[in-house]
Each structure stands twice: as structure tokens, then as C-alpha cells.
Nanobody, 120 residues
């Protein structure tokens, strides 16, 4: 499974960014897809996930109400819409794919990461 992220960049606090992850490979439609992030000096943390049928989503408490994850099953793409961005959202964001839920244990496959920087 290959995961390719796009859409990171620099944005002012309160602004919005949209991240996309194109997934390809065998059985990718069977996987839960999601996003993690890693800020400098911190451990990688769960952000959001969406199941294979796009019927269930989960979010970290820190992003709930501000971020929305969605999935286009036909194109094997997962998107993270990030609104009301805060300085503490600054991190490298990674797309992740796994056979089970990601929030307790990350999946096997990772993208290369995309930088999101929120400025004051």
C-alpha cells in the first residue's frame, strides 16, 4: 500500500487547510485510513480516522469540532479538512492505513508526511 499526502503549507492562526492522501495498492479499500501528526520534540499522535465504508469517524479531542475527515471510496482518497487552526496544530501530518482502528494502535502503512505550519 502506498500513501501520498498533499496539501500542507503555512497558514495563519484561525485559518484553514485541506490535506489529501491518495492511497493505492492491493486491498486498500479494506483498510481504515487516518491521520497522525508529530510536532517537534513530541511523539507522533493520532488525529482522526475513517473506516473502510466511510460510515464511522473518530477524532482526537484536541481537533474535535475543528477537523473533518472524509473518504472517497471510488478514488481511494482520504481528506482532512482543518479549520480554526491553532499554533499547536503545527506538525508534520502523516497519512496512515491499517486493518483495524488506528486510534489505539497505528496501522502498518505510512505516507511520507506533509508539513503544516500555523503562524500567529
Amino acid at each position: 500500500v502506498d500513501l501520498v499526502e498533499s496539501g500542507g503549507g503555512l497558514v495563519q492562526a484561525g485559518g484553514s487547510l485541506r490535506l489529501s492522501c491518495a492511497a493505492s495498492g492491493s486491498d486498500v479499500r479494506a483498510y481504515t485510513l487516518g491521520w497522525f501528526r508529530q510536532a517537534p520534540g513530541k511523539e507522533r499522535e493520532f488525529v482522526a480516522e475513517i473506516n473502510r465504508s466511510a460510515s464511522r469517524t473518530y477524532y482526537a479531542d484536541s481537533v474535535k469540532g475543528r477537523f473533518t475527515i472524509s473518504r472517497d471510496i471510488a478514488s481511494n482518497t482520504v481528506t482532512l479538512q482543518m479549520n480554526s487552526l491553532k499554533l499547536e496544530d503545527t506538525a508534520v501530518y502523516y497519512c496512515n492505513a491499517g486493518a483495524a482502528g488506528l486510534r489505539s494502535s497505528s496501522g502498518r502503512y505510512w505516507g511520507q508526511g506533509t508539513q503544516v505550519t500555523v503562524s500567529s
